[in-house]
């Protein structure tokens, strides 16, 4: 079982929703992060948060927005999402961002914009 | 920046046989390369990483070696069972000029035949 728990673990919505997904973290981890991963393909960085402030953003479109209330929950708004984000999110944890520290993921949420 | 190659993209093994997966990356200063499975429906699980002032480390069933010099590393299984098909993924951990991200390599889908 994943220490990473993310829910929903599917989500349905139509591309005038606004919807948010969760992730929750009990490591005690200080550095979280959230992935899209299209199908066959590997996850790619959406967001780094590093103790509890968005460090980096790889250039992710307005409509997805994070939020990390805490150090142990991120969040990620979606809002005007269109088809081709359909993908599943992945989030992940690792105790600091220190080059050498290991990322673990949760289960993801598999979103499908319709 | 870091590009990451993963060979091959599948392989079909016979149960008990061996499998080895390979992963070149272009960055010589990326110090960090973890091994992720993926199983279908799940996030991907770290199942080994290796550091680069190390040239191999050993699991159980699991080994990895790592040759600097070259910028090259493998995934090794030996005793393959049927749990052991899924995705795996490498991934080197790029140093950036404004944090670090981890890079993965596009995916080695494996079967075990029983």
């Known amino acids: 079982d994943t220490e990473v728990t993310q829910t929903p673990k599917h989500l349905v919505m139509g591309m005038t929703n606004k919807k948010s997904l969760k992730c929750e973290q009990h490591?005690?981890?200080?550095?979280m992060y959230w992935y899209k991963q299209k199908a066959k393909k590997p996850p790619e960085l959406m967001f780094v948060?590093?103790?509890?402030?968005?460090?980096i953003n790889e250039s992710v479109p307005s409509r997805f927005s994070p939020e990390c209330p805490n150090s142990s929950l991120l969040n990620l708004h979606l809002h005007a999402l269109q088809p081709e984000d359909s993908a599943l999110y992945l989030c992940?944890?690792?105790?600091?961002?220190?080059?050498?520290?290991?990322?673990?993921f949760g289960d993801g949420t598999r979103l499908s914009i319709l | 920046g870091e590009n990451v190659e993963q060979h091959p993209s599948t392989l079909s093994v016979q149960e008990g046989d061996s499998a080895v997966i390979k992963c070149t990356y272009s960055?010589?200063?990326?110090?960090?390369f973890p091994w992720y499975k993926q199983e279908l429906g799940k996030g991907p699980q770290l199942i080994i990483d290796?550091?680069?002032?190390?040239g191999e480390k050993k699991d159980q069933r699991i080994a990895v070696t790592l040759n600097k010099t070259a910028k090259h590393f493998s995934l090794h299984i030996t005793e393959t069972q049927p749990e052991d098909s899924a995705v795996y993924f490498c991934?080197?951990?790029?140093?950036?000029?404004?944090?670090?991200?981890?890079?993965f390599g596009a995916g080695t889908i494996l079967r075990v035949k029983s």
């Open positions: 992940a944890s690792s105790q600091d961002r220190a080059s050498n520290q290991p990322q673990h």
């Open positions: 490591m005690g981890h200080r550095a």
């Open positions: 948060y590093s103790y509890e402030k968005l460090s």
């Open positions: 960055d010589s200063a990326s110090n960090y």
């Open positions: 290796i550091r680069s002032n190390v």
């Open positions: 991934a080197a951990r790029w140093l950036m000029e404004y944090g670090n991200k981890l890079v």
